[in-house]
């Protein structure tokens, strides 16, 4: 079981471009979740996904900011025009049908504009 | 929708003590607490949990304490040891969700 895997690990972007972050879940796992986490701060919840939908999203800024998950392959968190305050480490977590059974992070995509 | 609360925000001990680290929640619907452990560099993982149906968990040197009436719980860490240093989360959630406390760095000094 390879667990939820994160590419690419490290990124950076100019100031404009887009970032492309991916997460594949664990096997079995159908939900998906994005968080982003500032140097020294908590894990600030962006957006709750399963296959196809998009179930909350109100952690996520409305503009620049999208996320999908669609019904084949990973899920992409999407940044347009990134600026410097994008630059984080963004993780995402997934979990079977009941986070019970499990709720496993990823080991992060740390972005960096410049 | 729930709120969970952690403190201390920091805690430093010395090699050997103990370390405990609380937490409240908000929503009496919240039937899952599991604490996750980020090393530096690293995606946080999930070191242990507890449902409410249990009042108190135990796994070597870790347990986790739940009292759902005052809906609060919390980590207990004994003989602590430098690689226990880490930031430490605590979350409550039911169903599909979980809503994470803010973090505890704890410093095991040696």
């Known amino acids: 079981n390879a667990g939820v895997m994160q590419n690419p690990r490290h990124l950076v972007r100019r100031r404009g471009q887009e970032a492309r972050l991916r997460c594949s879940p664990m096997?079995?796992?159908?939900?998906v979740y994005w968080y982003r986490q500032l140097p020294e701060e908590g894990l600030k919840f962006m957006v709750y996904?399963?296959?196809?939908?998009?179930?909350?999203e109100s952690g996520m800024p409305k503009e620049r900011f999208s996320a999908e998950f669609p019904k084949e392959g990973p899920s992409i968190l999407r940044i347009q025009q990134v600026v410097r305050g994008d630059s984080a480490a963004y993780f995402c977590?997934?979990?079977?049908?009941?986070?019970?059974?499990?709720?496993?992070f990823g080991s992060g995509t740390r972005l960096t504009v410049v | 929708g729930e709120n969970v609360e952690q403190h201390p925000s920091t805690l430093s001990v010395q090699e050997g003590d103990s370390a405990v680290i609380k937490c409240t929640y908000s929503?009496?619907?919240?039937?899952?607490f599991p604490w996750y452990k980020q090393e530096l560099g690293k995606g946080p993982q999930l070191i242990i949990d507890i449902r409410s149906n249990v009042g108190e968990k135990k796994d070597q040197r870790i347990a986790v304490t739940l009292n759902k009436t005052a809906k609060h719980f919390s980590l207990h860490i004994t003989e602590t040891q430098p690689e226990d240093s880490a930031v430490y989360f605590c979350a409550a959630g039911a169903g599909n969700m979980l809503t994470f406390g803010g973090g505890t760095r704890l410093m095991v000094k040696p």
């Open positions: 996904l399963q296959k196809e939908n998009i179930i909350d």
């Open positions: 977590a997934s979990s079977p049908w009941d986070i019970d059974y499990g709720y496993t």
């Open positions: 096997k079995g796992h159908s939900h």
């Open positions: 929503d009496s619907a919240s039937n899952y």
